[in-house]
């Protein structure tokens, strides 16, 4: 009997063990998720250019103001600087020039800036700098640098900032009127219409000026009728005197 309740003790456990082996779930496959890198999302062209026109619109600024932190931001520490005179800086040279004032202008103009994205980390500006009376202090010498220059600047985003990677400065020879550099379009925003200018009232024309009545020709002057002369009294001939009077003839007797 003993034997009997153990054998069935002993099946009832495998039975129930057996059980729950089958009724267990099944361990979960590793996710294949947490392999896959987020895409990065793709750069808007318009934010990239709207950043590096800042950036180039703000040199006459650093100029004038010897802002030799701005330079050190914005070069990269690997710069490549090609000057108009074929010279050659890097980041620290150009910082140093900038905060020795050395170079000055009465003005000083960025125009006809033109972005070309390369890749969401690459970009190329080109445009024209304008300057007005402008002279380096050299040691020896004043170095006249007026007029006009081509500049070809190429930017790296490293960190997340823009970085300028290589600079190159041509003046022109002969120098033409360059077009405004393009500011970056703010949002629009829901501003009222401007009331149409109103046509100014055509200007009413002068009355034509009434033309003199011509003045009444003088009535001619009536001759004065010649005074007649009196007829001439025809006074009759006198008469002829005879010395003798004819006889009168004699009678003539009829038969």
Same mark, same amino acid.
């Given at each position: 009997?003993?034997?009997?309740?153990?054998?069935?003790?002993?099946?009832?456990?495998?039975?129930?063990?057996?059980?729950?082996?089958?009724?267990?779930?099944?361990?979960?496959?590793?996710?294949?998720?947490?392999?896959?890198?987020?895409?990065?999302?793709?750069?808007?062209?318009?934010?990239?250019?709207?950043? /590096?026109?800042?950036?180039?619109?703000?040199?006459?600024? &650093?100029?004038?103001?010897?802002?030799?932190?701005?330079?050190?931001?914005?070069?990269?520490?690997?710069?490549?600087? /090609?000057?108009?005179?074929?010279?050659?800086?890097?980041?620290?040279?150009?910082?140093?020039?900038?905060?020795?004032?050395?170079?000055?202008?009465?003005?000083?103009?960025?125009?006809?800036? *033109?972005?070309?994205? /390369?890749? *969401?980390?690459?970009?190329?500006?080109?445009?024209?700098?304008?300057?007005?009376?402008?002279?380096?202090?050299?040691?020896?010498?004043?170095?006249?640098?007026?007029?006009?220059?081509?500049?070809?600047?190429?930017?790296?985003?490293?960190?997340?900032?823009?970085? /300028?990677?290589?600079?190159?400065?041509?003046?022109?020879?002969?120098?033409?009127?360059?077009?405004?550099?393009?500011?970056?379009?703010?949002?629009?925003?829901?501003?009222?219409?401007?009331?149409?200018?109103?046509?100014?009232?055509?200007?009413?024309?002068?009355?034509?000026? &009434?033309?003199?009545?011509?003045?009444?020709?003088?009535?001619? *002057?009536?001759?004065?009728?010649?005074?007649?002369?009196?007829?001439?009294?025809?006074?009759?001939?006198?008469?002829?005197?005879?010395?003798?009077?004819?006889?009168?003839?004699?009678?003539?007797?009829?038969?």
């Amino acid at each position: 009997m003993k034997n009997f309740l153990s054998i069935a003790i002993v099946s009832l456990a495998t039975v129930s063990a057996l059980s729950q082996f089958g009724c267990a779930n099944p361990p979960n496959p590793p996710s294949t998720n947490a392999n896959m890198a987020t895409p990065e999302a793709t750069p808007d062209p318009a934010v990239i250019e709207k950043e /590096l026109l800042r950036i180039e619109n703000d040199w006459p600024r &650093v100029i004038k103001e010897r802002d030799g932190q701005a330079v050190r931001r914005v070069d990269a520490d690997d710069v490549h600087l /090609l000057s108009w005179d074929g010279s050659v800086s890097n980041k620290e040279e150009d910082a140093k020039f900038i905060e020795s004032g050395a170079l000055t202008a009465d003005l000083i103009q960025m125009n006809d800036l *033109k972005v070309k994205v /390369l890749d *969401k980390d690459a970009a190329v500006v080109t445009g024209i700098m304008d300057i007005t009376n402008g002279k380096i202090k050299a040691p020896d010498r004043i170095i006249n640098v007026s007029g006009q220059y081509r500049l070809v600047d190429t930017f790296a985003r490293r960190n997340n900032e823009w970085k /300028l990677v290589a600079s190159s400065l041509v003046k022109v020879a002969n120098p033409a009127a360059p077009s405004a550099s393009p500011t970056p379009k703010a949002s629009p925003s829901p501003a009222m219409k401007t009331t149409p200018s109103v046509k100014p009232t055509p200007s009413v024309k002068p009355t034509p000026s &009434v033309k003199p009545t011509p003045a009444a020709r003088a009535t001619p *002057k009536v001759r004065s009728t010649p005074a007649v002369k009196p007829p001439t009294a025809i006074q009759p001939p006198a008469p002829k005197t005879m010395s003798t009077p004819r006889p009168p003839p004699p009678p003539i007797n009829k038969p």
